[in-house]
């Protein structure tokens, strides 16, 4: 079964930090970029943060630049998002997505979807 299963969120004090974790099945994960993206109440979803399928070219949105550290570990089929410096404005549930090609930021370009997790920063 193809999946992807994001954990590590909770609820953290503003400054605090969280680390996301996104495990896949079923795929070949070293072939694929992965992302991240939230969903604050109210709000669309946007892109987080992307990565190349082995780890060597990353992008991030400004928002989160300097605070937000995405990486992976194929041999895991991990990929995680270090979550530093969180503010109130970071709450969101979190998801990690697959995309095929290319370091993408679109949403429509990303195929697979976890679940999701559930990030509280308090302020």
């Known amino acids: 079964q193809v999946q992807l299963v994001e954990s590590g969120g909770g609820l953290v004090q503003a400054g605090g930090s969280l680390r996301l974790s996104c495990v896949a099945s079923g795929l070949r994960f070293n072939e694929y970029v992965m992302g991240w993206f939230r969903q604050a109440p109210g709000k669309e979803r946007e892109f987080v943060a992307t990565i190349n399928w082995n780890g060597d070219a990353t992008y991030y949105v400004d928002s989160v630049k300097g605070r937000f550290t995405i990486s992976r570990d194929n041999a895991k089929n991990t990929v995680y998002l270090q979550m530093d410096s969180l503010k109130s404005e970071d709450t969101a549930i979190y998801y990690c997505?697959?995309?095929?090609?290319?370091?993408?930021?679109?949403?429509?370009?990303?195929?697979?979807w976890g679940q999701g997790t559930q990030d509280t920063v308090s302020s």
């Open positions: 997505a697959t995309e095929r090609d290319f370091i993408r930021v679109a949403l429509i370009d990303y195929e697979l």
